[in-house]
Nanobody
């Protein structure tokens, strides 16, 4: 079983909402935070949102602040990203990731998910 499995992507229209889910098969001893990255077509991957394992601390990139909400169910090893008021600029492959430190940064990712595609039409 893959360590991180995303679901919930799809094709939506501008202004619609989606909720992405990430199921972790297990938490490693070192996991301190989880996050969502995205990679738009032809662009670099970027960190969208992150959350500490306890759920107390969160981070959002400016472009999604106020529209996206990250949450974690650390009892069941589930991570969510609620995306509201979606825009065409949100179109990307979205990846779940687990890190061994907080704040989360791409250089300290323990494991990546396979990705789920979100397409927002205008």
């Amino acid at each position: 079983q893959a360590p991180l499995v995303e679901s919930g992507g799809g094709l939506v229209q501008t202004g619609d909402s989606l909720r992405l889910s990430c199921a972790a098969s297990a938490r490693t001893f070192e996991t301190s935070s989880m996050g969502w990255f995205r990679q738009p077509p032809g662009k670099r991957r970027e960190l969208v949102a992150a959350i500490s394992w306890s759920g107390v601390s969160t981070y959002y990139t400016t472009a999604v602040e106020g529209r996206f909400t990250i949450s974690i169910d650390n009892t069941n090893n589930l991570l969510y990203l609620q995306m509201n008021n979606l825009k065409p600029s949100d179109t990307a492959d979205y990846y779940c990731a687990a890190s061994n430190r907080w704040p989360l940064d791409e250089g300290h990712i323990e494991v990546w998910g396979q990705g789920t595609l979100v397409t927002v039409s205008s």
